[in-house]
């Protein structure tokens, strides 16, 4: 496939960007791009795609969600949320209890091709569904494969629920990861998931360390979101939350700390000295009120911090911008949070994910995957290689995305999903949404 006649913004380090080029793609990967004016002679057996100056660029990738909230949209629950512990227990947790392994079928397709069309070619999930754990984690690759998309999975393992359900957890996690290390196709991969330090003793997490010490895999867990987390772990431990899972072996290159919003600067320091990769959710920390996470300084420290939404939205565009503003308002600071919310979204996520994949994502670079997308983005303004940044941030949307290609294949072409019939699946999900509903 050759994609002609586009704005291409590689994303790679010397933040190249051809006003007029092209993109070669071969099998799953990308075989060359460069200026129209140096097109190869010899591609008559190519399909070549005119993007009619369209930008084209790396497909987004989403460091940290949960499909299964989906249902979530537009849903009332009948008790309280006035804190972080109430929006889990009255709101989430709730739901989660109801979902079965088709309903984590369904929120997958709904979740997945909402990302497909914003843009994402690539996510991070982290499972519950408490009372149907065995099978979930295959149900949400399936669905993935189905679109042609590439994702991370893993169970929220949780002592909240009870020992027995955590032991679940447990096998799930163990065998999906084992299932994903003897597939070859390297679009589904697989973390350890666990819920948090609060909601995890430390009998469980030695059960986890015992089932994952010949898996050689990293871990996915939601650390400091709120205070509460902080609470417990000194109450129960007399230490904080980042020094325990350190304590425990769980951090390390491999690993996912997601949020870290009440993390001291000596938990920080831990992160930066054991090259933890940690992900900033802008949208889900100020929606549940839980407190202003200092990601500048984080980055100052040289720590690797993605960006992702916790399933907030599934346009990492809408996640940057408001991970810019989020910054400027919390520390009352306009100059502040810019090269920030890019560095998350365009540099990090890049290279934590590439982590887990055989392939480079995120760039377009000979030899790294072929998940790229085409934005109809029209500048009224000049746009060249110095001020790129500012129109991705402040210029691009997910809803302007048109063609999103994944592993080489288009998936989304000219606005239309390619691979499942997208009106029968939200179709089938309005109505089992209703039903979950009413139990809510």
Not at 324 to 344: A, R, V, W
Not at 356 to 384: C, H, Q, R, S, W
Request: net charge negative.
């Amino acid at each position: 496939m050759l994609l002609i006649n586009g704005k291409v913004i590689t994303n790679n380090p010397s933040n190249e960007y051809i006003e007029n080029g092209f993109v070669l793609i071969e099998d799953d990967e990308i075989k060359d791009f460069g200026d129209m004016e140096n097109l190869p002679d010899d591609y008559s057996n190519e399909e070549v795609i005119d993007v009619k100056e369209r930008i084209i660029m790396p497909g987004m990738i989403n460091m940290h969600t949960h499909i299964y909230s989906s249902y979530g949209r537009g849903m009332s629950v009948s008790s309280r949320t006035r804190d972080f512990i109430e929006i889990l227990e009255n709101q989430w947790w709730k739901l989660d209890k109801l979902l079965t392994v088709e309903d984590d079928r369904l929120n997958a397709y709904t979740t997945l091709i909402e990302s497909i069309r914003n843009g994402v070619t690539c996510v991070f999930d982290h499972h519950a569904s408490a009372y149907h754990i065995k099978g979930s984690l295959d149900a949400l690759a399936e669905s993935t494969r189905d679109l042609g998309m590439r994702g991370d999975f893993c169970y929220e393992v949780s002592d909240r629920d009870g020992e027995e359900i955590a032991d679940y957890g447990i096998r799930e996690n163990v065998e999906f990861i084992k299932k994903c290390n003897s597939t070859s196709d390297d679009m589904i991969n697989a973390h350890f998931g666990i819920h948090a330090p609060f909601t995890i003793s430390e009998k469980t997490m030695q059960k986890i360390k015992e089932a994952t010490k010949d898996l050689d895999c990293g871990y996915h867990v939601h650390v400091a979101e709120g205070i509460e987390d902080q609470y417990d772990s000194l109450k129960k431990y007399n230490k904080r939350c980042i020094e325990r899972l350190f304590d425990d072996g769980i951090l390390g290159e491999k690993s996912l700390i997601i949020h870290a919003v009440h993390a001291s600067s000596f938990e920080l320091k831990i992160l930066k000295d054991t090259n933890t990769n940690l992900v900033h959710n802008p949208m889900s920390n100020m929606g549940n009120a839980v407190g202003l996470s200092p990601v500048c300084k984080m980055l100052d420290m040289g720590i690797r911090v993605g960006l992702g939404t916790d399933a907030y939205t599934n346009d990492m565009f809408e996640s940057m911008k408001v991970a810019k503003l989020l910054q400027n308002h919390g520390l009352s600071d306009p100059e502040i949070g810019f090269m920030e919310s890019y560095k998350m979204q365009m540099e990090n996520n890049p290279k934590i994910a590439s982590r887990f994949f055989k392939k480079e994502l995120g760039v377009i670079k000979k030899g790294a995957y072929a998940d790229i997308i085409t934005v109809d983005y029209k500048n009224y303004t000049p746009m060249n290689k110095d001020n790129i940044k500012g129109h991705i941030i402040f210029g691009f949307t997910g809803r302007m995305v048109n063609d999103t290609i994944i592993n080489g294949k288009f998936v989304m072409k000219d606005r239309q999903i390619l691979t499942v019939d997208e009106d029968e699946i939200f179709k089938e999900s309005r109505k089992r949404a209703s039903e979950i509903w009413k139990k809510m």
